[in-house]
């Protein structure tokens, strides 16, 4: 015999069943979403995970992927290749490594300029250049009765300027035509023989007296003339840039020419890509690259005006924290105490000089002529800054550069070694970028002091070797940077103090020993022996120490 409630719920079931159900449905449902919520949550973490540990294998597929496409497809006018696609390559590049692969693509700061967060890191920036323009007001008009911005060290630096901009042109006309010209020679159709032998030979010198001008003459400019630090700039980054550039052009077209068999010549390329190739922005030649649809003028003004201003950041920089600092300090005495304090001291103004240099020419400069001839492949730097190993830093500092070092030295160092001495190739790569930048700073400054090379190539190469991709943790982007910080020091403190003692202590003086500090009474090493100290072999060090003893 049953309860009546048992009975009640019986003869009511399906109703009280259905009442049942959804007041469990609701308390499961009250349990469970905060459950959904949380597994929400750790999905999308696992994705975010997933996602970046693919991101770097996924580029590489898809660049290879990319490549063999572009290669099995025939150009237009050209018949298709009769030769393996794998012997081709074995022919044409190192089979080791990756070619460059160009996509339509923003510049990474373009891309964090739309987050309200960076921008403020800019805004603030942009407020540091207001106080350096406030204090400079204050200290005239205190100091003078009188508000005017001098901008005397930026008419310093930039002196001489058209001279320099008249010795580009041969310098450029050089370059559009001597390379092309002994492609053409080379491409020549013929039979073997004298004639197809003098159009080599011919090629050869006309390439030899290409690379003597650009070599030689602004050079010689600069010395004759006694040009300025900043136009110097403007000669040296050309006549670099002029050197790679033809090189990559050569590399990239010649293997073409070396193909042709059977008295048939290869087509050169055509004269306007090569034009197009001596002003984009990238070291690597290509027929073609991805190409935007329009030009923004007004995205081409704005990143001129940021570069402008960051030159006149710089000036204020130098004007305000370095000057005052180190143009009496080669008259001092030396000691330990101030060259350390001396080096700290500049840490600040140097790793503000560092970052300028990246953001006025890596990004606004380069993105402006970008715009201008629609070139699509915007990316020539990458996140550097979140780097924790110095290879990586290497890596995504500079893009542009990194990619003709990688194509051009290290890939095709590993092919001429067998793909065996990967260390040795790099190893190169590091000598000719340390080579590089230390001749341009020999160039600018007018002097030759090795402190770029001492710290590119021993303690750069050492801190690549042992600070390396395996160390991820945010511990080591701190050292990183302090790294940074300390080799900014050293570079601007060491460079301003032989800045001014090549001033107070001019090579034609060397005879005029009265024209020179003398040693100090109590035994202190003039300040322009710090130099000696650390460098010995520098001459210009060498001939002062001669000097302070003779």
Not at 15 to 32: F, I, L, P, V
Not at 80 to 108: A, M, N, Q, W
Not at 161 to 190: D, E, I, K, N
Not at 505 to 518: D, T
């Amino acid at each position: 015999m049953e309860p009546r409630g048992g009975h009640l719920r019986r003869r009511d079931g399906p109703k009280g069943e259905q009442e049942e159900q959804h007041s469990g449905e609701g308390n499961a449902e009250t349990h469970r979403a905060p459950d959904l919520e949380q597994w929400s949550q750790h999905m999308e973490a696992v994705k975010t995970q997933l996602l970046e540990q693919a991101q770097g294998q996924l580029t590489v597929l898809l660049d290879q992927v990319m490549w063999e496409a572009v290669q099995s497809y025939p150009q237009q006018g050209r018949p298709l290749p009769s030769t393996p696609l794998d012997s081709l390559s074995r022919t044409r590049e190192p089979p080791l490594g990756k070619r460059k692969v160009f996509v339509i693509r923003k510049s990474l700061l373009d891309e964090l300029m739309e987050v309200q967060h960076f921008r403020t890191i800019y805004h603030m920036f942009i407020a540091g250049l207001c106080v350096f323009i406030i204090s400079t007001l204050a200290i005239d008009f205190i100091d003078e009765g009188r508000l005017v911005l001098e901008f005397d060290l930026l008419i310093f630096s930039f002196g001489q300027l058209p001279l320099a901009l008249v010795t580009w042109v041969p310098m450029f006309l050089s370059t559009l035509l001597v390379p092309y010209q002994a492609l053409c020679l080379w491409a020549r159709p013929g039979p073997r023989g004298a004639a197809r032998a003098l159009g080599a030979g011919l090629g050869c010198s006309l390439l030899a007296a290409h690379a003597a001008v650009l070599c030689v003459l602004p050079v010689h400019v600069a010395v004759a003339h006694q040009l300025p630090p900043a136009s110097r700039c403007v000669l040296v980054f050309e006549q670099v840039r002029l050197l790679m550039k033809s090189y990559s052009f050569l590399r990239e077209a010649v293997p073409g020419t070396l193909r042709a068999r059977g008295g048939k010549g290869a087509q050169v390329p055509s004269f306007s890509s090569y034009l197009y190739f001596l002003f984009c922005p990238t070291l690597i030649y290509r027929e073609t690259y991805p190409r935007t649809p329009n030009v923004r003028w007004n995205y081409v003004a704005k990143n001129f005006a940021q570069a402008l201003g960051c030159v006149l950041y710089a000036c204020f920089i130098l004007g305000r924290l370095c000057v005052p600092v180190f143009a009496n300090m080669s008259r001092k005495p030396f000691s330990t105490r101030a060259l350390v304090l001396s080096i700290l001291h500049a840490t600040l103004p140097g790793i503000f000089m560092l970052l300028l240099i990246f953001f006025a020419f890596l990004h606004c400069w380069l993105n402006a002529f970008a715009e201008m001839l629609r070139f699509g492949d915007r990316m020539f730097y990458q996140d550097w800054w979140n780097s924790t190993s110095f290879s990586n830093y290497y890596r995504t500092w500079n893009v542009v550069v990194h990619d003709w070092l990688y194509s051009y030295v290290y890939q095709d160092g590993l092919w001429l070694l067998g793909g065996r001495a990967r260390g040795a190739a790099m190893l190169g790569v590091f000598l000719v970028s340390a080579v590089v930048h230390e001749y341009i700073f020999c160039f600018v400054l007018g002097f030759f002091y090795p402190v770029m090379l001492m710290l590119f190539l021993v303690f750069g190469g050492l801190l690549n070797f042992t600070m390396h991709d395996q160390h991820t943790g945010p511990a080591w982007n701190v050292l990183m940077w302090t790294f940074l910080f300390l080799g900014q020091g050293i570079q601007v403190s060491l460079y301003c103090q032989e800045w001014y003692a090549q001033r107070h202590c001019p090579l034609p003086q060397v005879r005029h020993y009265n024209s020179c500090p003398a040693p100090h009474p109590t035994g202190h090493i003039p300040f322009q022996k710090a130099s000696t100290f650390l460098f010995p072999n520098s001459a210009a060090m060498v001939r002062r120490q001669g000097l302070a003893w003779g």
